[in-house]
């Protein structure tokens, strides 16, 4: 009595060239696999590395006896946030994860297409817009858990500018040192090293990795979504140029209510702000259409990776994502407190 067996590959001289290639197959995502997570490896040692160095200069403060300076001291503390925060936590921390991986780059570590100048003025417009967008939809998550669920979402604090200088200081350490050192640690080591694997996979791990550092969960989910933004406009764009000055102008829209509180008192700062925020989604609207027109927004892009979605998150994630991930949900959750 004879048997029959099915095979997968079907029969005669293409079966050992069918199973080359599935083996083949499998040993790339095996491969890819492994290089996603060595990645994440690196870029979780950065994580922590972030948050032991914050610690260890906010523990300096105490140990000097410089707390109290850090508290009414507004040039202090800018400064503080400069070279401590910005600088020490943030760049140094993910440029090292950067020249461990420097072989894995396939693309320039900081992207950097020369653009038009009206086209770097359109994106930085639209994406001011979608930060504008993020705004509103922060705010009415914040109302939300304050009214239905009887929490307050707590976010940090800065010390007023007291000085023409001091203001100028806000300025820097706020919006434009934190543009440049986040923009390179996120967009430039970070988006540029994940890129290969996917442009879609590498903008929301990134983001969700930029939100998570912010500390609290205001801050996460606006973060996390300016960061899709900014993703976004990167590798569409492969210019780091529109997401420095986008980050900047949005970060300085907070400095200059700050500075417009001390000199115009706050109801007439709330006003100009306001017009603000309206000359913003006026052009972000026009140069959503501009750059639609010109079939810009929406580009497609074919990526080499053979792993699913789910692979790549599941690979990026576990295992060593998950203690650096759980040490900032856990800081973050601390911002959370009954009304």
Same mark, same amino acid.
């Given at each position: ?218 801050? /996460? ?6 960061? $899709? =933004? &900014?993703?976004?406009? @990167?590798? +569409? #764009?492969?210019?780091? !140029? ?75 994630? /576990? ?6 991930? $759980? =040490? &900032?949900?856990?800081? @973050?959750? +601390? #911002?959370?407190?009954? !009304?």
């Amino acid at each position: 009595m004879s048997q029959y067996y099915y095979n997968p590959f079907g029969s005669g001289s293409g079966v050992n060239e069918a199973m080359h290639r599935e083996l083949q197959k499998q040993q790339m995502i095996k491969n890819e696999k492994h290089e996603i997570r060595m990645i994440s490896l690196t870029m979780g040692c950065a994580i922590v590395a972030y948050i032991i160095i914050q610690a260890v200069v906010s523990g300096a403060l105490l140990t000097f006896d410089l707390y109290d300076l850090y508290l009414n001291n507004a040039l202090f503390q800018y400064s503080f946030s400069i070279i401590g925060v910005s600088f020490a936590a943030v760049a140094v921390p993910f440029g090292v994860m950067a020249l461990i991986n420097k072989k894995k780059y396939t693309s320039p570590l900081i992207p950097n297409k020369v653009l038009k100048p009206q086209k770097v003025l359109a994106w930085i417009c639209f994406g001011m817009l979608c930060c504008c967008i993020s705004q509103v939809v922060v705010s009415f998550i914040v109302t939300f858990f304050q009214t239905f669920l009887g929490l307050e979402l707590q976010s940090s604090e800065v010390t007023e500018p007291d000085s023409v200088f001091s203001s100028v200081m806000c300025l820097i350490s706020l919006a434009i040192i934190p543009a440049l050192c986040e923009e390179f640690a996120m967009r430039c080591c970070s988006l540029q090293l994940l890129k290969k694997y996917g442009k879609g996979f590498s903008v929301v791990a990134v983001s969700i990795v930029f939100g998570l550092l912010h500390g609290n969960v205001v801050q /996460f989910i606006f973060a996390f979504s300016v960061g $899709l =933004i &900014l993703g976004y406009i @990167t590798v +569409t #764009t492969d210019s780091i !140029v529109p997401a420095v000055f986008i980050h900047a102008l949005n970060n300085s829209m907070s400095v200059v209510q700050l500075i417009l509180n001390k000199y115009i008192g706050e109801d007439a700062s709330s006003n100009t702000i306001t017009a603000i925020y309206i000359v913003w989604i006026a052009a972000g609207i026009i140069s959503a259409v501009y750059l639609a027109l010109k079939k810009e927004l929406i580009k497609k892009s074919k990526s080499r990776s053979v792993l699913t979605t789910g692979q790549k998150f599941t690979a990026f994630l /576990f295992p060593w994502m998950i203690v650096p991930f $759980l =040490i &900032l949900i856990g800081l @973050t959750a +601390t #911002t959370v407190a009954k !009304v």
